[in-house]
């Protein structure tokens, strides 16, 4: 089947069910609340709906850790009413990109408990016997993502690998029951018409058998881009192409060229560019950023995939309204001053800038609504991060907390009593009170992706331009985004189309500030 290449310049929207919207009142997301608002996100004009994972899950780690693929969570709803939705979306022009979390799985997965049980299929998954006289140590020095040993002891003395939390217990993909038992996960969402798969911490799923130390300094890494991860993109390829259905990687791979592997075309077909999320609010830093993200996916013919925000990481207004851009998962909000009217400036012209360049843009739930990150109440977080982190690391509910939906409403329109907070004047982001108006952050989001066609399809040209400005143009549209501090004057143009915020009296650009022009 063809996949007629929408995925090559769609804007995608990401839905976090838990927070997205809640219509049966119990105060967490679920499907029902996504249908009720289909015309919403039709009308904001997105292509596509990432679902970040759906499935029945204990929710340790928000849906990351999946006890069933083959079955929607209770607190989101039925697989009849996915299959509704999934149709409905459709009917609507948008597709629907489903999750998958080929690296572990829940610890109360049918296949773990039975190996807990000391049935078969230990070998699914990475059990062995601990270090040191009775085995009291971890079989290697591997650390967890959200900090601790990524080793669990058991009571029988064999210890298990979880490259995240203990309740995510790594798979063995050397296994051939794992690799079948994914393309047949794959294949059961395909057939109800889901058009795309995002695969989750997708350059971690192979390890070096022998587990060796990662301070033994052995290349390949024992755990992190390895060779053998490429056979098992090739053959789920060859699944989705059966189907007309396309993958986005979560690839975190600082090393361009070995991030363009996962792009070759018998392989995934996008990946997620992080180095423009987390690149600091400079036109120097950010255009070498866009010049070698299209670079290193020019050679395998993808498409650039730009994100600025997703469930992962500090709210795109708080981050660029701080001093320190980067991102790790330790960089958040707290105890950091953030000037937020100089961030959802600046998030205001990231916001065009991404639209207008070559490639797909996902824009993250919440992004639309310029929600900044919220300062969670200690005794609420439920992140693992904070946990295993011992309380240094305040996770990231601080991007996930409901949305606001109406102003006059209680929890803002979200529905029941949210299961994250929502902060205090949490509901003047609310989506209705934007729609009517016209400076908001919401109308700028749906003006410029009604108006992004205007720069076709093609590649972008750099045009010359100030310091700390950066300027470049597509078919006969211009993008200016001001990163400086200082106004600049407008390129020779016949029309504005569309500004991130009010020029200056003489016309010109202010700085943080964006505007797109018709040449
Ligand atoms: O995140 C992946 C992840 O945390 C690692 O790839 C990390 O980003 C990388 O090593 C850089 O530090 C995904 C999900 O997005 C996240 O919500 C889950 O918690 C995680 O996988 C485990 O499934």
């Known amino acids: 089947a063809t996949d007629d290449g929408w995925w090559r310049s ?48 204990p929710m340790k780690d928000g ?24 149709a409905e979306a459709r009917e609507l022009g948008i597709r629907t990109i489903v ?18 049980a000391g049935g078969p299929g230990r070998e699914l998954f990475h059990f062995r016997p601990g270090r040191g006289e009775h085995g009291e140590l971890p079989p290697n020095d591997w650390q967890s993502e959200f900090g601790g040993p990524a080793w669990t002891r058991l009571p029988d003395g064999d210890w298990y690998l979880h490259l995240f939390a203990p309740e995510q217990p790594d798979l063995n993909w050397a296994h051939p029951a794992v690799r079948q038992e994914h393309e047949d996960i794959l294949r059961f969402w395909f057939e109800r018409g889901v058009a ?74 996008t990946a997620f560019n992080f180095s423009f999320l987390t690149c600091p609010w400079d036109a120097d830093r950010l255009r070498t950023s866009i010049d070698d993200t299209l670079a290193e996916h020019a050679p395998v013919g993808a498409p650039a995939t730009w994100v600025l925000c997703n469930h992962d990481v500090t709210r795109t207004v708080t981050r660029y309204g701080r001093a320190d851009t980067g991102f790790d998962f330790a960089t958040k909000a707290f105890g950091t001053p953030t000037d937020l009217a100089l961030g959802t400036r600046r998030a205001r012209a990231a916001a065009l800038l991404s639209l207008a360049l070559p490639g797909a843009v996902y824009v993250y739930q919440g992004e639309e609504l310029g929600l900044p990150e919220a300062d969670i109440p200690l005794d609420r977080i439920e992140d693992p991060m904070h946990a295993r982190s011992g ?22 329109g979200f529905g029941g009593d949210p299961w994250l907070p929502q902060p205090d004047g949490w509901a003047a982001y609310a989506a209705d009170r934007q729609a009517e108006d016209p400076g908001s952050m919401l109308s700028l989001y749906r003006a410029a992706i009604r108006l992004r066609p205007e720069f076709g399809d093609g590649p972008l040209t750099w045009l010359p331009a100030p310091d700390g400005v950066l300027a470049f143009t597509r078919a006969d549209a211009l993008c200016v985004v001001n990163l400086a501090d200082t106004p600049v004057d407008l390129p020779a143009h016949t029309e504005l189309l569309l500004h991130s915020g009010p ?17």
């Open 503 to 519: 020029l200056d009296t003489a016309g010109r650009l202010p700085g943080d500030t964006a505007v797109w022009l018709r040449a």
């Open 10 to 57: 769609a804007v995608i929207y990401q839905v976090y069910v838990r927070s997205f919207a809640d219509g049966d009142g119990d105060g967490t997301g679920d499907l029902a609340g996504v249908r009720a608002r289909l015309p919403y996100l039709a009308e904001l004009g997105v292509e596509a709906l990432w679902f970040t994972p759906w499935y029945r899950s």
């Open 391 to 412: 309380g240094t690391d305040p996770g990231r509910d601080g991007c996930r907390v409901p949305l606001p939906w109406a102003a006059g409403e209680p929890h803002a």
């Open 196 to 269: 795309g798969v995002r695969v989750d911490s997708a350059a971690l799923l192979a390890k070096d058998p022998e587990l060796p130390d990662v301070t033994d300094g052995r290349a390949p890494h024992p755990y992190v881009d390895r060779d053998e991860l490429h056979d098992v993109y090739r053959a789920w390829r060859a699944v989705a192409d059966e189907y007309g259905a396309v993958f986005v990687g979560e690839v975190w791979l600082p090393d361009t060229e070995r991030f363009a592997r996962y792009l070759r075309p018998d392989e995934l077909h």
């Open 99 to 116: 999750d998958i979390v080929p690296n572990h799985v829940s610890d109360q997965h049918p296949w773990f408990r039975t190996a807990l």
């Open 63 to 86: 849906g990351y850790d999946v006890a069933d693929y083959r079955a929607i969570d209770p607190a989101f709803g039925t697989l009849a009413e996915a299959e509704k939705l999934i």
